[in-house]
C-alpha cells in the first residue's frame, strides 16, 4: 500500500509560480511512475504530469508544457511538480497519482491517489 500526501498548493495571481510536493510512503518508491493530475469544476479529472520511476521519462499536458516541470527525489520519497507562468485555466485541485511500473498518461492506470491540494490563479 503506498500513501501519498500533497503540499504546496495556493492562492496566486496569473504570471506567479507555485511548487507542488508529494511525500510517499513505501520503501520501493523508486518502482512507482508518479503523475499529476487535475480537476477543475464541473470537469473531468485530467492528466498534467507524469515521471517514470527512474525520473528519465517525463511527459505534460500539450498546454503546460514550457510552464510546469515533473521532477521526483526517490531519496526523499518525494515528486514535485513546479508550475510557472501560471494563468486563471490553471485553476483545479492538483492530485499527485502513482502505479507500480511503467508510466501512463490516463487516469485509470494510476492505483494510488492523495487527497488533493487546491490550487487557484486569479487573473
Known amino acids: 500500500q503506498v500513501q501519498l500526501v500533497e503540499s504546496g498548493g495556493g492562492l496566486v495571481q496569473a504570471g506567479g509560480s507555485l511548487r507542488l510536493s508529494c511525500a510517499a510512503s513505501?520503501?520501493?518508491?523508486?518502482?512507482?511512475?508518479m503523475g499529476w493530475f487535475r480537476q477543475a469544476p464541473g470537469k473531468e479529472r485530467e492528466f498534467v504530469a507524469v515521471?517514470?520511476?527512474?525520473?528519465?521519462?517525463?511527459n505534460y499536458k500539450d498546454s503546460v508544457k514550457g510552464r510546469f516541470v515533473i521532477s521526483r527525489d526517490n531519496a526523499k520519497n518525494t515528486v514535485y511538480l513546479q508550475m510557472n507562468s501560471l494563468k486563471p485555466e490553471d485553476t483545479a485541485v492538483y492530485y499527485c497519482?502513482?502505479?507500480?511500473?511503467?508510466?501512463?498518461?490516463?487516469?485509470?492506470?494510476?492505483?494510488?491517489w492523495g487527497q488533493g491540494t487546491q490550487v487557484t490563479v486569479s487573473s
Open positions: 497519482a502513482g502505479r507500480f511500473g511503467a508510466v501512463f498518461f490516463t487516469v485509470n492506470k494510476y492505483d494510488y
Open positions: 515521471i517514470s520511476g527512474s525520473g528519465g521519462t517525463t
Open positions: 513505501g520503501r520501493t518508491f523508486i518502482n512507482y511512475a
